[in-house]
């Protein structure tokens, strides 16, 4: 009989994978806390919560209970002009928590049509207000934040979407404002924020996930969208990796010290991993732009799935989980053994930068020379990482963690384990050093 994985590549067709030259993939059929467990039985540790989205651990007993109840209750109904418990306590529990000025809640499916959504808001805001000329979009380079086109066209221009170029609609790009290029990044936006056609301003707020996990202050970002909303600039919050207590907060934007986002974007962690859900919120003004006698002012955008009932009742185990004080204590946990492994590595050789916030940890290697996210290396970490039954997924020379809130501090070891011998793996990769002249046979 044919394995689980070779029935699935005889089938499948798998994301960012070059299927002609791909591995099998490894089969899991199990998940128990931080660890996915395959068909032959061999344990990985989830090292990256599986994308991003697992909060709490896999098949967590507490999200179960409440999914297998509802499923029980109601599994579907549609969402125009029909609600249920579900979708109604969520917005409320969820609005109580996000920052004072966000006042309505628009569910879809996942973190890039919850990107479509705000987009959509954004420029029918001004559409309804009579101001159609303002239409553009900034967002930071190196940033991403969907695969959709509209999501494609607010990030940033790379290999992955080059195909789709000629149909992604123009955006102006600032660079990051990491330490040390704030002011010059500020005087970026002046220039930009000159033009009268800027709408509006998405931003992955203090981490840049698949950039490398780059990171910049909460004051930056702070005086960038203070600089917009003079302007009248509509600023969006891709919350959709960052939300949920993965920077230290339940939200990112909790880090700001004045201003806040007139639009936040959620998914992944929203449900702790259980089930595909987005939603985006809104400030009242811009609801309220969409209100009016002419029915061709509402906001004409929905999904078959929007608010499903048992996608919700997992959002609000998971947020029942989140908002307990022992997840609060594991997150803090996690930071810091992360701010002691960094402490361990930073500036040793083989190593370019450390950057971590929260429950996040990035370490940039340094080979030698630039490397890509098709390169050698790249394959080489990954490789390493499953030998070592531990899942990992390398972004070119840049590893990062993003542990579920469960993992021990025996788990953690592992990971870092396998981050020092990345490390190893880099000195090999160095290139010898040139020696004297003299010193040549």
């Not at 409440?66 to 609600?83: D, I, K, P």
């Not at 808001?121 to 159609?132: D, E, T």
């Not at 089930?275 to 009016?292: E, K, N, Q, R, V």
């Amino acid at each position: 009989m044919p394995t689980l994985a070779e029935r699935d590549h005889s089938v499948l067709w798998h994301p960012y994978t070059q299927m002609q030259t791909a591995p099998l993939p490894v089969p899991i059929v199990r998940g128990e806390g931080s660890w996915l467990i395959a068909e032959d039985g061999t344990r990985y540790l989830d090292g990256i919560s599986s994308w991003w989205v697992n909060l709490h651990g896999h098949a967590h007993s507490h999200i179960a209970g409440r999914v297998s109840e509802q499923l029980r209750t109601l599994e579907h109904v549609l969402f125009a002009g029909f609600t249920h418990p579900t979708a109604v306590e969520l917005a409320e529990q969820l609005l109580v928590l996000l920052p004072a000025n966000q006042a309505r809640v628009f569910y879809s499916d996942n973190g890039s049509t919850a990107v479509e959504v705000a987009l959509k808001m954004v420029l029918q805001y001004f559409h309804n207000l009579g101001q159609p000329e303002r239409r553009t979009f900034l967002c930071f380079r190196n940033s991403y934040h969907g695969d959709t086109f509209g999501a494609m066209a607010v990030s940033s221009r790379g290999a992955f979407t080059q195909p789709f170029w000629p149909l992604l609609f123009d955006v102006e790009f600032l660079d990051v404002p990491v330490p040390g290029r704030e002011q010059e990044v500020l005087s970026q936006l002046d220039a930009l924020l000159a033009r009268p056609d800027v709408a509006g301003f998405i931003f992955e707020p203090l981490v840049l996930g698949t950039a490398g996990m780059v990171m910049y202050a909460p004051e930056v970002l702070d005086e960038l969208i203070s600089r917009c909303h003079r302007r009248g600039v509509l600023c969006i919050a891709d919350e959709v990796m960052t939300g949920f207590g993965r920077t230290g907060p339940l939200f990112a934007s909790g880090l700001l010290p004045r201003e806040q986002p007139d639009i936040m974007c959620f998914s992944k962690g929203l449900t702790g991993g259980t089930l595909a859900m987005g939603l985006t919120t809104c400030a009242a003004p811009i609801y309220a732009a969409f209100l009016s006698d002419d029915k061709m002012k509402a906001l004409f955008h929905g999904h078959s799935y929007t608010a499903n009932p048992v996608a919700c009742a997992a959002a609000l185990a998971s947020l029942e989980l989140t908002r307990a004080e022992a997840c609060t204590q594991q997150r803090q946990r996690i930071a810091a053994a992360h701010a002691a492994f960094r402490q361990e590595i930073e500036g040793l050789p083989g190593i370019r930068q450390v950057r971590h916030q929260g429950t996040i940890l990035a370490v940039e290697y340094d080979p030698g020379e630039g490397t890509s996210y098709f390169s050698r290396l790249r394959d080489a970490f990954y490789q390493l990482a499953i030998d070592n039954h531990v899942v990992l997924r390398p972004l070119g020379n840049v590893v990062y963690l993003l542990p579920p809130y469960c993992t021990t501090n025996e788990e953690l070891e592992l990971l870092y384990a396998v981050l020092r011998q990345m490390r190893a793996l880099v000195l090999d990769f160095l290139p010898a050093p040139t020696l004297p002249e003299y010193l040549h046979d």
